[in-house]
């Protein structure tokens, strides 16, 4: 069965303070996306990883896939209270037409 | 470009009663897949769909089926809900198959369903 762990799974931090989660497995996978979610929504892309050892930036959020596509982090820097929600990383396996979704981890910026 | 649709919003239902859950996929996207997301399991795959066919299907009991229609458009049915049934269920689209891109999936706003 195909897990993927993230880490930590609750966070709250300072606005202003810089943190890292972490998506692990000990599956490869052909891309992994990370969302974030907000109460009562559906979970909004935020990126696609999909070549190992991959660094892809969006603001202040840098995103990587290890080298051997087996786990994946997400770093804020910075962070402010609108980053607050779950965070989740999702890994696909090609030909299987499904997501495999990690435990997620819930982040909580304070003004 | 309209984004994923999903119908009803909330729903309450009983125990034992049936439900049927509808959603739009974003216009163009072939593939449909539904997920049930609860605080204790988070999100766990349902089933997929392309082309009215369904492709793969998680490990959930036969009560929860669904199809898709020439449309795209897909539904999912739980029969004889039970308490445990209580969550929200996700549907999200993408273009499906594409001679090796990354097929991207977009998530609906979701139905929040309620068993008593």
């Known amino acids: 069965t195909q897990l993927l762990e993230q880490s930590p799974q609750f966070l709250s931090i300072q606005e202003g303070e810089n943190l890292t989660v972490y998506c692990n497995s000990s599956?490869?996978?052909?891309?992994l996306q990370w969302y974030r979610q907000e109460p009562g929504e559906g979970p909004v892309l935020l990126v696609t990883v999909v070549t190992g050892g991959e660094v892809k930036k969006l603001k202040r959020l840098t995103f990587q896939f290890g080298d051997a596509r087996k786990d994946s982090s997400l770093h804020i820097t910075a962070a402010q209270p609108g980053d607050t929600g779950l965070y989740l990383c999702?890994?696909?396996?090609?030909?299987?037409?499904?997501?495999?979704f990690g435990t997620g981890t819930r982040l909580k910026v304070l003004a | 470009k309209a984004g994923v649709t999903q119908t009803p919003r909330y729903l309450i239902k009983t125990r034992g009663q049936q439900v049927t859950l509808s959603c739009s996929p974003i216009?163009?996207?072939?593939?449909v897949s539904w997920y049930q997301q609860t605080p204790g399991q988070g999100l766990q795959f349902l089933f997929e769909?392309?082309?009215?066919?369904?492709?793969n299907k998680g490990n959930f009991p036969g009560r929860f089926s669904g199809r898709q229609f020439s449309n795209s458009r897909s539904e999912m049915n739980v029969s004889t809900l039970e308490l445990g049934d209580s969550a929200l269920y996700l549907c999200?689209?993408?273009?499906?198959?594409?001679?090796?891109?990354?097929?991207?999936?977009?998530f609906g706003p979701g139905t929040r369903l309620t068993v008593l």
């Open positions: 769909y392309f082309s009215e066919t369904q492709r």
């Open positions: 599956s490869v996978f052909s891309s």
């Open positions: 216009s163009g996207h072939r593939s």
């Open positions: 999200a689209s993408s273009l499906g198959p594409s001679g090796g891109r990354t097929d991207t999936q977009y």
């Open positions: 999702a890994g696909e396996t090609s030909g299987t037409y499904k997501y495999i």
